[in-house]
């Protein structure tokens, strides 16, 4: 087994084509043509309950349809020879009551709204409700929530979770300090604030085991408007406190990432080396630069999305350093089945 390829992953991305949350047939096709023997793949980010949804068109899996319908997309695969993780997504108050059950207000860390730039076709400024604060005895439904999702996610066949920590959703609402406004033991100081995200992992790593779980965490971006004072020592906490459960590897924006046409001088080498698993990082990686991280020992995987969207065969061409298609960006939101889904090429068809 190659292990160039093993430290090819290819990340967790919305593409819309789940309709009416339920996964699709041609949902196989998409993630098999992506799958090589021995290779990581990360689900699109899936929905726990029907109040984490905010866009249109986005897979669950807290009803047993949702999971019967995970079950061949999963066997197909692992019949390729991969290795497949589902993410765990609750977007908290980056929703509209639309999608809300009962046509209620999104629910949060925090009652404070926000209009962010718009970022996807389907996305305006105005697409999003004012949240409601969480009290705090109805946190320990949300993690139940993530717990049931995991135990559903292994019960489609799935190989383990990973929770979304990331991008402004529900996760990063109670870790950033502008966003979290609590004055209960889930807001105020930095321990507080990652309370609620080391009970879930705690909780799921409990139901499925910590082998299966992995997580997701971009503390340098300020995606919807999700920005902490000091991401430094919020990365560097959370990496030393997830060492306590065991879990195989945490997966981490690059700080480059900070929010989209912008760079930043930061560095994950501080969470590098307080983490003991694997260590993944993602953000606008080609293979140049991934070879290179790996060859500095700055990660033991990378990431890459948009490549293996226009690429399914991606692993392969980087083995022979082949050529690699275009991705067209109009298409990666819109909810064809095919277009800009499962109609790239792959390398022997495009010589």
Same mark, same amino acid.
């Given at each position: 087994?190659?292990?160039?390829?093993?430290r090819?992953?290819?990340?967790?991305?919305?593409?819309?084509?789940?309709?009416?949350?339920?996964?699709?047939?041609?949902?196989?096709?998409?993630?098999?043509?992506?799958?090589?023997?021995?290779?990581?793949?990360?689900?699109?980010?899936?929905?726990?309950?029907?109040?984490?949804?905010?866009?249109?068109?986005?897979?669950g899996?807290?009803?047993?349809?949702?999971?019967?319908?995970?079950?061949?997309?999963?066997?197909?695969?692992?019949?390729?020879?991969?290795?497949?993780?589902c993410?765990?997504?609750?977007?908290?108050?980056?929703?509209?009551?639309?999608?809300?059950?009962?046509?209620?207000?999104?629910?949060?860390?925090?009652?404070?709204?926000?209009?962010?730039?718009?970022?996807?076709?389907?996305?305006?400024?105005?697409?999003?409700?004012?949240?409601?604060?969480?009290?705090?005895?109805?946190i320990?439904?949300?993690?139940?929530?993530?717990?049931?999702?995991a135990?559903?996610?292994?019960?489609?066949?799935?190989?383990?979770?990973?929770?979304?920590?990331?991008?402004?959703?529900?996760?990063?609402?109670?870790?950033?300090?502008?966003?979290?406004?609590?004055?209960?033991?889930?807001?105020?100081?930095?321990?507080?604030?990652?309370?609620?995200?080391? %009970?879930?992992?705690?909780?799921?790593?409990? $139901?499925?085991? @910590? !082998?299966? +779980?992995?997580?997701?965490?971009?503390?340098? &971006?300020?995606?919807?408007?999700?920005?902490?004072?000091?991401?430094?020592?919020?990365?560097?906490?959370?990496?030393?406190?997830?060492?306590?459960?065991?879990?195989?590897?945490?997966?981490?924006?690059?700080?480059?990432?900070?929010?989209?046409?912008?760079?930043?001088?930061?560095?994950?080498?501080?969470?590098?080396?307080?983490?003991?698993?694997?260590?993944?990082?993602?953000?606008?990686?080609?293979? %140049?630069?991934?070879?290179?991280?790996?060859? $500095?020992?700055? @990660? !033991?995987? +990378?990431?890459?999305?948009?490549?293996?969207? &226009?690429?399914?065969?991606?692993?392969?061409?980087?083995?022979i350093?082949?050529?690699?298609?275009?991705?067209?960006?109009s298409?990666?939101?819109?909810?064809?089945?095919?277009?800009?889904?499962?109609?790239?090429?792959?390398?022997?068809?495009?010589?």
């Amino acid at each position: 087994m190659d292990n160039f390829i093993n430290r090819v992953v290819m990340a967790p991305m919305t593409r819309n084509r789940a309709f009416d949350s339920i996964p699709q047939p041609h949902g196989i096709l998409y993630y098999t043509q992506r799958t090589s023997p021995g290779g990581f793949l990360l689900s699109e980010a899936t929905v726990i309950s029907d109040t984490a949804q905010g866009y249109p068109h986005t897979p669950g899996i807290w009803t047993k349809q949702q999971v019967e319908a995970w079950k061949p997309i999963v066997d197909s695969v692992h019949s390729k020879g991969g290795v497949f993780f589902c993410q765990l997504w609750h977007v908290g108050r980056v929703s509209n009551k639309a999608f809300q059950p009962n046509g209620q207000d999104p629910i949060s860390s925090t009652d404070k709204g926000f209009t962010p730039a718009v970022r996807a076709s389907f996305v305006q400024e105005d697409w999003f409700s004012p949240p409601r604060r969480l009290r705090t005895d109805e946190i320990p439904k949300i993690v139940d929530d993530f717990r049931l999702a995991a135990r559903n996610a292994v019960e489609a066949g799935f190989d383990g979770i990973e929770l979304h920590g990331a991008h402004g959703y529900l996760i990063e609402q109670f870790l950033k300090d502008q966003v979290n406004d609590r004055t209960d033991k889930y807001g105020g100081s930095l321990e507080n604030r990652c309370r609620f995200v080391l %009970e879930l992992v705690e909780a799921v790593a409990s $139901e499925i085991g @910590a !082998d299966k +779980v992995g997580i997701k965490l971009a503390p340098f &971006s300020d995606f919807m408007e999700a920005a902490d004072s000091n991401p430094a020592a919020l990365g560097t906490y959370l990496a030393e406190a997830l060492n306590k459960f065991g879990i195989p590897y945490l997966h981490v924006v690059e700080p480059r990432i900070k929010t989209t046409g912008e760079d930043s001088n930061e560095s994950l080498e501080p969470m590098r080396k307080a983490f003991k698993g694997t260590f993944m990082v993602g953000g606008g990686y080609d293979k %140049e630069g991934g070879n290179k991280a790996i060859a $500095e020992g700055r @990660a !033991d995987l +990378v990431a890459y999305g948009r490549p293996f969207v &226009s690429n399914p065969d991606l692993p392969n061409r980087f083995e022979i350093d082949a050529p690699l298609n275009d991705f067209d960006r109009s298409t990666f939101y819109t909810h064809d089945p095919v277009v800009g889904y499962t109609d790239y090429p792959f390398l022997e068809a495009s010589s």
